[in-house]
Structure formats: C-alpha cells, structure tokens
C-alpha cells in the first residue's frame, strides 16, 4: 500500500492559508461560488492568478 493518500494530481497543492474577510468580500466570494459553482478555494486561486497581470516586472 502506498503511504500517499488523496486523489493523484498534477497539480499538488501544498501551501495552506487562513484568511479573515469583511462582509463584502465575504458575499462578492459566497455569490462566485454559487454562480461558477466552485469551492473557496478555487475562487480564491482564480483571483490571484488574476492579480498576474498587474504585477509589474
């Protein structure tokens, strides 16, 4: 038996991150969810992936 549990990825996630929000960031991220149907956390990456463009190199 293999010691690795969870469903094989390609993209592992192994960085883990407690966030406190008001209550419009709260219902923006609740109201997402229910739209795109998908959890937080994806929301959550599709906005930081989104905040890419802005970084100025």
Same mark, same amino acid.
Not at 25 to 32: A, G, N, P, V
């Given at each position: 038996?293999?010691?690795?549990?969870?469903?094989?990825?390609?993209?592992? *996630?192994?960085?883990?991150?407690?966030?406190?929000?008001? &209550?419009?960031?709260?219902? =923006?991220? +609740?109201?997402?969810?229910?739209?795109?149907?998908?959890? *937080?956390?994806?929301?959550?990456?599709?906005?930081?992936? &989104?905040?890419?463009?802005? =970084?100025? +190199?």
């Amino acid at each position: 038996m293999s010691p690795r549990t969870g469903r094989p990825t390609d993209n592992p *996630k192994g960085v883990s991150m407690h966030v406190r929000l008001d &209550k419009e960031c709260e219902e =923006i991220l +609740k109201e997402y969810c229910e739209q795109e149907k998908v959890s *937080k956390m994806e929301a959550t990456r599709r906005g930081i992936k &989104k905040l890419k463009s802005d =970084i100025k +190199k």
